[in-house]
């Protein structure tokens, strides 16, 4: 493989890109005519602009993707993640085209891209799962039925869901009809599937994933797992690895879970087995994502390994080169997501221009990101600037170097979840394991971030004011100069 397609954008087609230019590699951006100047266009070798802003108009043109490939004689597409990653039918079309899809087949992404076919794959498997109806439910009377038998709370699901979207929680029969409707109406509307199921609702559960790595030789490992509990609209803010409340025996169980699931589908390439944790250290399967995730930098730290180039290797048909036994967990690993959003605003997206961004550094700080200082966040796409990563001897040091991290980082321009992240990991909850996917229901109130902010402007606006007093001269030093209204600005991030 001499020649890789990244067809993806933004931090994650710049990480891919790094790994392919360690390996000898060459690269192909494909990019919208709002990413024309980002630096993931710069560092491949080739680039091509495919289209407008919108997606469904660039990123999302699978045949176009294709013709860029054949043009300029690519050997394999890295789909990154989002966009095309999870489409059965590119990866079936880039097959067809006789180019390299590094990735899972289509028939594993269709297998496992629908939750009531993933969870029938892996029946014969005995895998743990929340009680709840088999399969989809026809009609409003059937689903009342198994309501009842399945006991209250439980949750209406969308069978092709995801981010939280065709979910509902019912907490009692008479509320039944009109959620399973609007469960029905809103999965439609979003995956053109009105197919919904039911599952018990688990209270107060933990988030936690399974990175699994598989070959085309039979072979299938699992990477340990991430805990993924602290979200914001049922989407992952902060993760880390390993978790701080697994015990070996239940790390073991659920990795060998995850590895069957792996096998339920004939499994290739990287994929993360998702679980619920109940209270009581139950584990249920929740449903399998078939690509890279974006937390994956935690499996990485913590492992010593680089899945991107693993996914290649797999992708040119060699076989794994450790076994189950040769994995060990080194350290541990926190990343937190560095959204464009106003988290004292119910975390509504911000975009606007980057007049500061300056990244962390250090011993054990990475910066995962496809921004510069200047860049405008578009209004296109997701609004993550970065992923922001620590790793530490222990949970307690990569907590303490990602609060050094976020006080180091400056962005100006857009509002960020950096302040939000800062809350959640000096917070008891947080420090103690003692938290779950509930944590900012629990926890969190906005005016929590906006007192501390206005805090700290005053104890700075009277430090200002006590070095003026006390100076010789009416002038301050360069280094005092800092103390500006941007730079407070900045600071309201930490």
């Known amino acids: 493989m ?11 087609a710049l990480r891919v890109m790094r790994s392919c230019r360690e390996m000898g590699i060459k690269t192909v951006a494909v990019f919208s005519e709002a990413d024309r100047n980002a630096p993931f266009v710069r560092y491949a070798d080739e680039a091509v602009c495919i289209g407008p802003p919108p997606s469904n108009q660039s990123y999302l043109l699978g045949d176009k993707i294709i013709e860029v490939c054949k043009k300029l004689k690519v050997d394999g597409i890295h789909p990154g993640y989002g966009f095309l990653s999870e489409n059965a039918e590119f990866a079936a079309k880039v097959k067809k085209a006789g180019i390299t899809f590094i990735g899972p087949s289509p028939e594993s992404m269709d297998i496992m891209g629908d939750k009531l076919s993933a969870k029938a794959a892996v029946k014969k498997y005995k895998i743990p799962m929340v009680p709840g109806s088999d399969g989809a439910i026809s009609s409003v009377e059937e689903g009342k039925k198994i309501a009842l038998e399945t006991g209250f709370p439980l949750l209406v699901k969308a069978s092709a869901g995801g981010g939280g979207k ?5 907490e009692r029969i008479e509320d039944f009809e009109e959620q399973m409707k609007l469960a029905v109406s809103e999965a439609t509307s979003a995956f053109g599937d009105g197919a919904v199921f039911i599952e018990r609702y688990v209270a107060g559960p933990r988030h936690i994933e399974i990175q699994i790595l598989g070959d085309t030789h039979g072979n299938i490992v699992y990477l340990f797992e991430r805990e993924c509990s602290i979200q914001r609209r049922h989407q992952k803010v902060i993760e880390e690895a390993p978790s701080s409340v697994l015990t070996p025996e239940i790390r073991k169980a659920m990795g060998e879970c995850a590895v069957n699931v792996g096998k339920a589908c004939d499994y290739v390439g990287a994929g993360t087995v998702e679980f619920l944790l109940d209270e009581n250290k139950n584990f249920y399967f929740l449903e399998m994502n078939t690509r890279l995730q974006v937390e994956h930098p935690v499996t990485e730290m913590i492992t010593g390994l680089d899945l991107v180039k693993e996914q290649i290797k797999v992708a040119r048909g060699e076989k794994l080169s450790f076994k189950q036994e040769d994995l060990k967990i080194i350290g541990h690993s926190v990343e937190v997501r560095v959204y464009a959003e106003d988290p004292t605003n119910n975390f509504l997206p911000d975009i606007g221009k980057l007049v500061t961004y300056k990244r962390p550094q250090g011993l054990g700080v990475r910066v995962d990101d496809g921004f510069e200082e200047g860049m405008d966040i578009p209004i296109y796409y997701d609004p993550m600037i970065s992923k922001l990563v620590s790793f530490g001897k222990d949970r307690e040091e990569a907590i303490n170097r990602m609060i050094r991290a976020i006080d180091d980082y400056e962005i100006v321009g857009v509002e960020t979840t950096l302040s939000f992240c800062k809350f959640v990991l000096q917070h008891e909850a947080f420090t103690s394991g003692n938290f779950d996917t509930h944590f900012i229901k629990h926890y969190f109130k906005p005016e929590m ?14 430090l200002a004011a006590f070095m003026l007093s006390n100076s010789k001269k009416p002038t301050i030093s360069s280094e005092e100069k800092n103390i500006s209204k941007s730079k407070w600005k900045a600071n309201r991030l930490n």
Do not use: P, Q
Not at 2 to 12: M, P, Q, S, Y
Not at 449 to 462: G, Y
């Open 166 to 170: 065709g979910m509902r929680i019912v």
């Open 2 to 12: 001499n020649k890789i397609l990244v067809a993806n954008r933004g931090e994650i």
């Open 449 to 462: 971030i906006t007192k501390e902010n206005k805090d700290e402007v005053e104890v700075a606006a009277l």
